[in-house]
């Protein structure tokens, strides 16, 4: 094993075995692939890259890569004058997964090192943005490292599964709507709520949040265009019924103080808020996985600095792969496009009204909307509203029938 100027390990002679049993012994290629996770990054030196590339490709066209094959792949490449010589050198076919392992454990410690140095780097400028995407690396490895359940553990785990007889799930405020949720819902997915301006999206959230903290789970809402007080102010008016506006403008009587400091010492607004305006979502991300909460609400996704929708795509991603490694579920509230509003009434949201929505609808498990019935002069919302799924992992899509309640900024399912 040798060193480069960094102090990343490489081992020369183990990347060209392994390349050499893969030519000569092709039957070895699905289990290091499937069972030892072996990659391109995995090789240090890039023609070893471009040639495993090249077999891999041959592989899952169906074609058993050989010398002639492989070299016909990297035709114009100097790699090519290269493969035969590995195949000249095969050891012997028994050990690929052996070296394999060692490949990958190696990149492993190539990505440590990394992150280390990117995380002295960032400490040394007193950088947060570079403290995070270096602590995202660190968290990525060790995800990785401990992400295979052997066949085994996964029967065991399905037995304890089956045993406890019941399913954990973030139960919704909404009876109907919660029952075409299967109940609620679950860790490691990611919810996008969506909804035209001053439709209540923000509303939605924090009742949901709310929801869930009253039933134990612990919940931390981040946001980037509200004040903490105004997201309090709601949550103590749907509480108490005092209304709102008189909230915010301290227009209250010895008697509401009295209910608002009764609710507030029942733990009102029942979940933990962090003003997040200004942070990369690279720090965001960062600040979820350090604690340990159940939900998380962000409010709202969009405000997040990107400049193009390949970078509101890695947003998404990021999000999604976070709720996983995090193990809570993440609600995140989304901006619609105006291209669909012609007039002052706006139209039912669908999913292509979501800026960026093919990106952001991949990565969600959940796509849900909220609408209001505006008058047809004004376009100002009414009481009347809806809550509907356009996508669903557990459970199946509909609508719902709510009524807005304006004087304590709350949505109440209708009988039914």
């Not at 962090?274 to 990369?280: D, K």
């Not at 959940?366 to 799924?389: A, C, H, K, W």
Request: charged share 30%; aromatic share 8%; net charge negative.
């Amino acid at each position: 094993m040798d060193y480069d100027n960094k102090g990343l390990a490489y081992d020369r002679d183990l990347e060209e075995s392994t390349l050499g049993i893969l030519l000569v012994a092709p039957i070895h290629i699905k289990r290091v692939l499937s069972e030892c996770k072996l990659r391109e990054t995995s090789f240090f030196f890039d023609q070893n890259r471009l040639i495993f590339n090249a077999i891999v490709k041959l592989f899952h066209e169906g074609t058993p890569p050989d010398e002639q094959l492989v070299c016909s792949e990297l035709d114009g490449s100097v790699a090519k004058h290269h493969v035969y010589d590995l195949a000249a050198r095969c050891p012997a076919p028994s050990s690929v997964v052996h070296f394999a392992n060692r490949l990958v454990e190696l990149e492993r410690w190539r990505d440590r090192r990394i992150a280390a140095l990117k995380a002295l780097e960032a400490t040394s400028d007193r950088d947060l943005e570079k403290f995070s995407r270096a602590r995202a690396l660190l968290d990525d490895d060790e995800i990785r490292a401990n992400s295979m359940s052997s066949p085994e553990q996964l029967g065991e785990n399905f037995k304890k599964y089956m045993d406890t007889g019941e399913t954990e799930a973030f139960a919704l405020p909404y009876a109907k709507f919660n029952e075409r949720m299967a109940g609620g819902l679950r860790r490691k997915q990611m919810t996008l709520i969506g909804g035209w301006s001053s439709h209540g999206k923000s509303v939605v959230m924090d009742q949901f949040l709310e929801h869930f903290s009253k039933q134990g789970f612990k919940c931390h809402l981040y946001i980037n265009e509200m004040g903490e007080e105004d997201r309090v102010a709601r949550s103590i008016a749907r509480q108490t019924g005092i209304p709102y506006q008189r909230l915010l403008q301290h227009k209250i009587s010895e008697s509401e103080r009295q209910s608002v400091e009764a609710v507030i010492a029942d733990g009102c607004p029942y979940f933990a808020v962090s003003e997040c305006a200004g942070w990369s979502i690279h720090e965001l991300a960062y600040d979820i996985k350090s604690r340990s909460f159940d939900v998380i609400g962000i409010d709202i996704l969009h405000l997040f600095d990107y400049e193009s929708e390949i970078e509101l795509a890695r947003i998404s991603r990021l999000l999604n792969r976070t709720a996983k490694q995090a193990n809570c579920h993440v609600i995140a509230t989304v901006h619609l496009n105006e291209y669909r509003v012609n007039d002052v009434v706006r139209p039912r949201p669908v999913t292509r009204d979501i800026r960026g929505s093919g990106m952001l609808k991949n990565d969600a498990d959940n796509v849900m909307f909220i609408y209001r019935e505006q008058d047809p002069e004004t376009g100002d919302p009414l009481p009347p509203s809806s809550i509907y799924t356009s996508k669903v992992r557990n459970g199946q899509m509909g609508a719902v029938n709510l009524m807005f309640q304006e004087k304590t900024f709350s949505f109440k399912e209708e009988e039914y």
